[in-house]
């Protein structure tokens, strides 16, 4: 089968980038996205092969596409393109067997190698920049890591609950425990150790 490519992201000169990387390996078949709607309406209309897919888009975040992403379209190879932290974001790769992880800060041999393995759909081992135990939001699981991104974005919890197909005392238990476990004593506080631990919103 062919190979196309879908990249989901909102920055332009990314995308151009990762298109002139995968055009010196002779992919020519590449699209792009540049929100989650028009991820959703692309996916839905072409049979993709692989998708780079970045976590957050203008109109949200894209961790709660790839669950069903993966049951709609098994077949499609997915690699997570992010300036989020590894330590952090890496393990949705273990959750919703992504293929890969790559850090946008990642070197240009670092990214061509990891594309070319992703293309070939070799498994690549997803690299921890530092340990976990240094970034407080490497505690969070995955559904704690989508609702933080709502919280963060001034989000209520109703909004939220509504947003996700959630209870609102399930919403507000979650809530509880992200800030608990990240040690945070106030919405300020939570915006504060964002900002010092690179987490984007």
């Known amino acids: 089968m062919e190979t196309k490519i879908l990249i989901a992201d909102d920055h332009s000169i990314v995308k151009m980038g990762l298109t002139a990387i995968l055009n010196k390996m002779r992919i020519q078949n590449i699209d792009t996205a540049n929100t989650i709607e028009e991820l959703k309406a692309q996916i839905s209309a072409t049979n993709y ?17 790839i669950e069903s992403i993966n049951l709609k379209y098994p077949a499609i190879s997915i690699l997570v393109h992010s300036m989020q932290p590894v330590e952090v974001y890496g393990k949705i790769a273990n959750k919703y067997n992504i293929h890969s992880y790559l850090h946008k800060g990642a070197s240009e041999s670092e990214i061509f190698y990891q594309l070319e393995l992703f293309v070939k759909n070799k498994p690549l081992n997803i690299k921890k920049k530092v340990d976990d135990s240094v970034n407080p939001f490497s505690t969070l699981a995955v559904r704690e890591l989508e609702i933080l991104h709502y919280l963060l974005n001034g989000h ?23 800030f608990e476990k990240v040690k945070a004593e106030s919405f300020t506080h939570l915006l504060q150790l964002a900002h010092v631990h690179q987490i984007s919103y």
């Open 49 to 65: 092969t692989h998708l780079i897919l970045d976590i957050i888009m203008p109109d949200g975040n894209s961790l709660e596409l």
């Open 156 to 178: 209520r919890t109703k909004e939220i609950a509504i947003s996700l197909g959630l209870k609102m005392n399930t919403v507000s238990t979650i809530k509880s425990n992200i």
